[in-house]
């Protein structure tokens, strides 16, 4: 499985402040996404990167912004956190890779452990 | 993305064999179905996706009506380790992100 870290696990700010959550993948896969899930839902895109130079918004973009520092890093940042920010956010990486038919048609998603996030 | 359509929960004796049913009415021809779980606080991982044919892996098997308006997962013998909130996804093909629903919170009663 991809090897995907997620700093800091646990971050507790307050309203006002600017947050960046970071995201690391070993396993050189170039597609790398930001969820955010709340209590008892699904989890919801926000931003999605195809390689180094693409980045797209998700469902829910509002808010956040990111930087794709280089294949291996996929940070998301929270301008000015508000409370109803506060969840689990995920990172993920996907093996896509058109030359590869099975990969292509599958493009497994790895996620991170998690970064709980709590805005006061 | 398609929608689908899945039991809010489910329960299942440890050892029994659980099928977790989900509705896709609306699936285009290009759509894959993905089947993801999530273990208790940890990150969804992947379990097994299929287009039209019956697939097979070592975690689950998928079952694909003739149709393509529903599947099922299968999991072939419940264990402990198998209770999470299992999400059943519509993806054309390698070019759109995941859209996770509610999914089917399953519980697996020693």
């Known amino acids: 499985d991809a090897d995907v870290t997620q700093t800091p696990r646990n971050r507790i700010t307050k309203t006002g402040k600017r947050i960046m959550l970071e995201c690391s993948q070993t396993?050189?896969?170039?597609?790398m996404y930001w969820y955010r899930q709340d209590p008892g839902l699904g989890l919801r895109l926000i931003y999605y990167s195809f390689d180094v130079k693409d980045i797209n918004k998700g469902e829910i973009s509002d808010g956040y912004s990111v930087s794709r520092q280089a294949q291996a890093k996929f940070s998301l940042s929270l301008e000015s956190a508000i409370p109803n920010q506060t969840a689990l956010y995920f990172c993920?990486?996907?093996?896509?890779?058109?030359?590869?038919?099975?990969?292509?048609?599958?493009?497994?998603?790895?996620f991170g452990p998690g970064t709980r996030l709590t805005v006061l | 993305d398609a929608k689908t359509t899945q039991p809010n929960s489910m329960e299942s004796n440890e050892e029994e064999p659980v099928h977790l049913p989900c509705n896709h009415s609306t699936i285009s021809g290009t759509d894959y179905i993905h089947w993801y779980r999530q273990l208790p606080s940890q990150g969804p991982e992947y379990v097994i996706h299929g287009l039209t044919s019956n697939v097979n892996n070592r975690m689950a098997s998928l079952a694909i009506a003739e149709d393509r308006k529903s599947s099922t997962l299968i999991l072939h013998r419940a264990t402990l380790r198998d209770a999470a909130v299992y999400y059943c996804i519509l993806r054309d093909w390698g070019n759109t992100p995941l859209v996770f629903g509610k999914g089917t919170r399953l519980s697996v009663i020693a």
């Open positions: 396993k050189g896969h170039d597609r």
């Open positions: 993920a990486t996907s093996d896509f890779n058109p030359r590869d038919r099975d990969s292509l048609l599958a493009d497994t998603q790895y």
